[in-house]
């Protein structure tokens, strides 16, 4: 099966600080990778969308500026969440997704979990 | 719109007896209809998917129910099972986009 591997797992860093977290597809070509957040007591929001040969998408409310993403090949993304606050705390997931015949599915990696202090 | 409305929001029910879990969604474009179960702590995983080309999808004590004219979709478990008591989420993706639109999730508990 598709594994998605995201590190770190958690990460606690100062307010006003930054992190970077890093997706890993292996086993498959991720021709498009998809970042969600996951924040206390909510669902998942969309971050941004990568897909190869494309421009990142980001989604009302989040920036490039604040989660810069890179995509240089079919099997690693990073993002990173500059200046982070106490409201980009939570869960953040990379969903990986391969195009293998008609497959749709969304793989996601363990998460990154992060507390900001 | 985009939204994909879940409910119920918590579901208890006694070990044995089936779990229904709802959702509905506002684009008619949408054609994938994937469910994910996340445990305390854990990542979501895929347990089950639908396609808009089909109507039901069952695997391994897990049924999933599309109704496109009512743009709802369901997943029902059946014999439910201590292990089953997660978070359950589903979603919605669209034909012409890559991404998929999440409920707000259900909390489902399992007790003896």
């Known amino acids: 099966g598709a594994l998605v591997y995201q590190y770190p797992r958690r990460t606690i860093c100062k307010s006003g600080t930054s992190m970077r977290m890093e997706c890993q597809a292996v086993?498959?070509?991720?021709?498009?990778v998809a970042w969600y957040r996951q924040s206390p007591q909510k669902t998942f929001e969309l971050i941004a969308l990568?897909?190869?040969?494309?421009?990142?998408?980001?989604e009302q409310n989040f920036t490039q500026e604040k989660f810069p993403i890179s995509h240089p090949n079919l099997s690693f993304s990073s993002m990173t969440v500059l200046n982070a606050y106490l409201e980009d705390r939570g869960l953040y997931l990379c969903?990986?997704?391969?195009?293998?015949?008609?497959?749709?599915?969304?793989?996601f990696g363990s998460g990154t979990r992060l507390t900001v202090l | 719109g985009e939204q994909v409305e879940q409910l119920p929001s918590i579901l208890r029910v006694q070990e044995g007896s089936s779990a229904s879990i709802n959702c509905t969604y506002e684009n008619s474009a949408s054609n994938y209809f994937p469910w994910y179960k996340q445990e305390p702590g854990e990542n979501p995983k895929l347990i089950i998917d639908?396609?808009?080309?089909?109507e039901r999808k069952q695997t391994q004590g897990l049924i999933v129910l599309l109704d496109k004219k009512a743009k709802r979709f369901s997943l029902h478990i059946t014999d439910t099972q201590p292990g089953d008591s997660a978070m359950y989420f589903c979603a919605a993706r669209t034909s012409s986009g890559q991404k998929l639109v999440f409920g707000q999730g259900t909390i489902l508990k399992v007790y003896l």
């Open positions: 990568s897909t190869v040969n494309s421009a990142i998408k980001y």
């Open positions: 969903g990986a997704r391969r195009d293998w015949g008609a497959s749709e599915t969304l793989y």
């Open positions: 639908i396609r808009s080309n089909m």
């Open positions: 086993g498959f070509q991720a021709t498009s």
